[in-house]
């Protein structure tokens, strides 16, 4: 939102328990071809997009959810051209292999 995205305002209120929640329930995941993703505009309908993906591993983060990104962003799942921005969420450190 401090960067101009639009937010709805209940999930800028909900609790950590809450968005936990949403995420992983069975709902969410039947409906979404990619449950983890959530794809974020300057205006309704805009170019300036943002995907915002929540990585579920447990352990460190290897490669496959960076390529994971990584294949949103060239293809976004509403079938508009690239997306130029992305944020990776993650709950444990990166494998070695990324912090060369």
Known sequence: RDRG??????????TFTEFKEIFQSEEVNGNREHPNM?????????????IVYFCDEKGKTGVKPVETLAN??????????DCMRGIIVVRSPLTPKWLR
Do not use: A, F, H, W
């Open 5 to 14: 995205y639009t937010v709805q305002k209940k999930l800028l209120e909900q």
């Open 38 to 50: 959530v794809l974020y505009c300057k205006k309704p309908m805009s170019d300036d997009r943002m």
């Open 72 to 81: 949103l962003l060239i293809n976004p799942p509403d079938g508009t051209p």
